[in-house]
């Protein structure tokens, strides 16, 4: 049996994001919120993933999955493999604007309601914190009252879960075992073989795509791959310059000391000419 990876775009909204398999986002959400009794979320309707601009120079955003449940409130749900420079602010843009969009000009203040966004990442994001996961709200600093609740955030950093198969006992330790570790199994463990693990698992399996799917599939993790080449040759050029640099501030000071030329060649990598030009300038 060969499992497809459920952090790649395509597979985390095929699982996460289908109206087939609502109730797998239900309990996930459930679980990673920790939402239970009144709380808990009964049913839930997938929305279109695109943002509306909110500014006439502004882009439009697409979320990986958006949607609401029986109260009215939103959940944005994003997964982000590799890490990228500010996701956390990026995640509070998308957030903030999800909330401030609700608002049409003639409706009420208080037709706004809340909205949670669930960032599933494949590197830790807050070296300091030793949780895997980090619920974020808006609190009194002095008593830790939640006065502004329109907006919540929740960070899993899958690098940090570390439980094993036999210490899987709640759903979240289910579900974080499942997008970490499933892709690498050859079956389906036993704490998954149940209810919407289950389904989350036989929905991951390779089988069951279609040749269309596959192809989505592997196209996400070229671009993934493609990204993350563009990035390292970026930063390698960005080292080289700056290694450059640093060699010419380091002649410019040997050759106004007066050291020779060959000294300056040993000491900076530079070659003669490059050097005789610096004296030039």
Not at 157 to 168: A, D, M, S, T
Request: with cysteine.
């Amino acid at each position: 049996m060969i499992f497809l990876d459920p952090c790649n775009d395509v597979a985390f909204k095929k699982i996460f994001g289908s109206e087939a398999h609502k109730r797998v986002t239900i309990s996930f959400l459930n679980s990673i919120l920790e939402f239970a009794g009144d709380s808990a979320i009964a049913d839930i309707q997938f929305m279109p993933t695109e943002q509306k601009r909110i500014m006439k120079d502004k882009k439009d955003n697409i979320l990986d999955i958006l949607c609401t449940d029986q109260r009215q409130n939103r959940y944005i749900i994003e997964v982000q493999v590799r890490g990228v420079k500010d996701f956390e602010k990026r995640m509070l843009f998308y957030v903030a604007k999800t909330y401030a969009t609700q608002l049409e000009f003639s409706k009420s203040y208080r037709k706004l309601l809340p909205v949670i966004g669930v960032a599933i990442l494949g590197y830790t994001l807050f070296p300091e914190k030793a949780k895997f996961k980090s619920i974020h709200r808006m609190q009194d600093i002095e008593t830790h009252e939640c006065d502004f609740d329109g907006i919540t955030i929740a960070i899993v950093e899958l690098p940090k879960f570390k439980k094993q198969e036999k210490e899987l006992v709640s759903d979240e330790d289910k579900w974080l075992y499942f997008l970490k570790k499933i892709d690498k199994q050859d079956h389906v463990p036993a704490p998954l073989a149940e209810d919407e693990f289950e389904e989350a698992c036989q929905t991951a399996t390779r089988m069951t795509w279609t040749e269309e799917e596959m192809n989505a599939y592997y196209d996400s993790f070229i671009r993934a791959t493609d990204e993350e080449g563009a990035i390292e040759l970026a930063v390698e050029k960005g080292e080289k310059k700056g290694r450059q640099e640093e060699a010419r501030d380091i002649a410019i000071k040997l050759l106004n000391a007066g050291v020779d030329i060959k000294a300056i060649i040993t000491s900076t990598g530079l070659t003669a000419e490059e050097i005789q030009a610096l004296s030039r300038e």
